[in-house]
């Protein structure tokens, strides 16, 4: 089993930017795909930025178009912590924001694909 555990959520201006954090333990691996997705209101769970493990020799992350080129994600294997650095935030922004783990090499984007997920974290984003 893997544990996933976020923070770094909360209250936003429009433009600002914020940290989120997400600590795994359990049977954690570099090897493992690490994933942020988002859930708004009324909508689905929205794959926006995924990490490959350290054996993945193809692309090492993904964005979705609404988040590329504003948010970032990166990982720390030696703490098991992957963040997602988000600048320039929009209203359309907010959410609940989820990590998302599964112990094979490639990124997908299908929420289907993750066998391990936090609690979520929501960020708000006003003006």
């Known amino acids: 089993q893997v544990q996933l555990v976020e923070s770094g959520g909360g209250p936003v201006q429009v433009g600002g930017s914020l940290r989120l954090s997400c600590a795994a333990s359990g049977r954690t691996s570099s090897t493992s795909v690490m994933a942020w997705f988002r859930q708004a209101p009324g909508k689905d769970r929205e794959f926006i930025a995924g990490?490959?493990?350290?054996?993945?020799?193809?692309?090492?992350?993904d964005y979705s178009d609404s988040v590329k080129g504003r948010f970032t994600i990166s990982r720390d294997n030696a703490n098991n912590t992957v963040y997602l650095q988000m600048n320039n935030l929009k209203p359309e922004d907010t959410a609940v924001y989820y990590c998302a783990a599964k112990m094979d090499f490639s990124i997908h984007r299908p929420a289907s694909a993750y066998n391990y997920w936090g609690q979520g974290t929501q960020v708000t984003v006003s003006s």
């Open positions: 990490v490959a493990g350290i054996a993945w020799y193809g692309p090492r992350t």
